[in-house]
T-cell receptor
């Protein structure tokens, strides 16, 4: 199983809503990532979790709150988002430590903030 | 300042010919490089990688070349097929693959 599964695939939310994006992998990977991708731009790193601990936060606003409840799951909690936060949110995972490793990406959640 | 550059935003190639996508980087600490392919409305999918201890890695129709002294890598697709039409991202890592920096992407169009 080399899949990274993201749910939901599409999400429309109002600016006052609270929602969560979910990401799951069963490859035994210990590093998991959230990326944000705007149209016609490359994915931009938001957060990195390593061994369930937040290791990198790329100056992301606090209305985005990541959570890694266990080594297979990664959540992104959303609250009070702005329309400019509408984008494709990608989750990825990799083995995480030591040696060469590639990241496997999920299909993304397309988020629209209205 | 972009650490990973893909200076050609788009490329058109005839079916059956070779596609060459280029990537330049500035950070000499990068030691692992990847190419991703992205179709519209999908997440990027991993294509091929190369470690800085190698200068070439081949996988079927895809070959990646790394020139460390020039801080340059390229992806060759031979022969190109219409299904290869997508955006190709170059990505680099300096920390055992924990953090990837992506280039802006090159849109490849393979014409039948």
């Amino acid at each position: 199983d080399t899949e990274v599964t993201q749910t939901p695939k599409h999400l429309v939310m109002g600016m006052t809503n609270k929602k969560s994006l979910k990401c799951e992998q069963h490859m035994g990977h210990r590093a998991m990532y959230w990326y944000k991708q705007k149209a016609k731009k490359p994915p931009e790193l938001m957060f990195v979790y390593s061994y369930e601990k937040l290791s990198i936060n790329e100056s992301v606003p606090s209305r985005f709150s990541p959570e890694c409840p266990n080594s297979s799951l990664l959540n992104l909690h959303l609250h009070a988002l702005q329309p400019e936060d509408s984008a494709l949110y990608l989750c990825a995972s990799s083995k995480g430590t030591g040696g060469d490793t590639e990241a496997f990406f999920g299909q993304g959640t397309r988020l629209t903030v209205v | 300042d972009q650490q990973v550059k893909q200076n050609s935003p788009s490329l058109s190639v005839q079916e059956g010919r070779i596609s060459i996508l280029n990537c330049d980087y500035t950070n000499s600490m990068f030691d692992y490089f990847l190419w991703y392919k992205k179709y519209p409305a999908e997440g990027p999918t991993f294509l091929i990688s190369i470690s800085s201890i190698k200068d070439k890695n081949e996988d079927g129709r895809f070959t990646v070349f790394l020139n460390k002294s020039a801080k340059h890598l390229s992806l060759h697709i031979v022969p190109s097929q219409p299904g290869d039409s997508a955006v190709y991202f170059c990505a680099a890592s300096a920390d055992y693959g924990q953090n990837f920096v992506f280039g802006p992407g090159t849109r490849l169009s393979v014409l039948p």
